[in-house]
């Protein structure tokens, strides 16, 4: 199995928005059952974010991110996208891409991660 690989992270201002891309393994893609995004705060725990199903491409988001984010994929390219709206300082973390849809103690192996900062 391939690492996904995450980027896109940067600095942003609240309020503003950035889209995170990870590119997944078509083994990655068609084994799992979904791809998921979480993010690790300083000082706190890995959180799942969200993830989209690799069957049937539903979503499902975390309460804190509900209606500002929004996961997409690009099937051809087997890539996955995060798009991060109205940013507060609150979204400030690493952001991770795994093949699970929420718990992230069931990822054996984590990626390097894409750090976005939120601030003005």
């Known amino acids: 199995q391939v690492q996904p690989v995450e980027s896109g992270g940067g600095l942003v201002q609240p309020g503003g928005s950035l889209r995170l891309s990870c590119a997944a393994s078509?083994?990655?893609?068609?084994?799992?059952?979904?791809i998921g995004w979480f993010r690790q705060a300083p000082g706190k725990e890995r959180e799942g974010v969200g993830c989209?199903?690799?069957?049937?491409?539903?979503?499902y988001y975390s309460a804190s991110v509900e209606g500002r984010f929004t996961i997409s994929r690009d099937n051809a390219k087997n890539t996955v996208y995060l798009q991060m709206n109205s940013l507060t300082p609150e979204d400030t973390a690493v952001y991770y891409c795994?093949?699970?849809?929420?718990?992230?103690?069931?990822?054996?192996?984590w990626g390097q991660g894409t750090q976005v900062i939120v601030s003005s």
């Open positions: 078509r083994f990655t893609v068609n084994y799992y059952y979904a």
């Open positions: 989209i199903s690799n069957s049937d491409g539903r979503t």
């Open positions: 795994a093949p699970e849809c929420s718990d992230p103690n069931k990822v054996a192996s």
